[in-house]
């Protein structure tokens, strides 16, 4: 009976609360993890963290290379570096699951959602990277906190069913 091997999982801002919540979560289901960051050294910083505290399969790099060497690509980080990390992304995530889990917080008032004129961040992304790209918006609704306890329901949405099939089992752990 042959296995299925698990989908290797990039995290684009896996250094922060959301991102690090996100590596938790899966290495303890057994996947492999890269935290993405702009600063390799956080990226290894943040796993030497998550190492420490136990955590298995998790692995650091620059953002672009995140996204290139993972099946599945979560972007997880502030609005306001959004843009520039699509860009930087853009021709690792052809044909890839991406994964958005950004929400359009601007300051001033960061304590609320203001909608971008693209309607929402997967659709910023949608527009931003390659056509082929396979864009899901999910646990954006997610507080870091609620991550990193494990149980929390998430939100998940597409209009590629089958990459919002995988990215709903993810959200199951």
């Known amino acids: 009976m042959s296995t299925v091997p698990l989908p290797v999982l990039s995290i684009i801002g896996g250094t922060g609360d959301l991102g690090s919540g996100l590596a938790r979560s899966w290495s ?3 996947y492999s993890v890269v935290l993405g960051s702009r600063s390799i050294e956080r990226a290894q910083e943040a796993v030497s963290l998550l190492t420490s505290q136990g955590f298995a399969n998790i692995s650091g790099a ?17 609005f306001s570096n959004y843009e520039p990390s699509l860009a930087e992304i853009k021709d690792a995530a052809k044909g890839k699951i991406v994964v958005s889990a950004v ?19 997967a659709l910023i992304a949608k527009s931003q ?3 082929t790209s396979r864009v899901v918006g999910a646990f ?31 959200a199951t752990l």
Request: aromatic fraction near 2%.
């Open 28 to 30: 303890r289901s057994g």
């Open 62 to 78: 620059t953002n672009r290379a995140a996204a290139a060497n993972s099946d599945i690509v979560i972007v997880a980080l502030p």
């Open 103 to 121: 929400v359009p917080l601007v300051p001033p008032k960061v304590s609320v959602v203001q909608l971008p004129s693209a309607g929402s961040a």
């Open 129 to 131: 990277l390659d056509p």
């Open 140 to 170: 954006h609704n997610v507080g870091s906190q609620k991550l990193h306890d494990g149980d929390c329901d998430v939100l998940v949405f597409s209009d590629d069913a089958d990459a919002r099939s995988d990215v709903i089992k993810l």
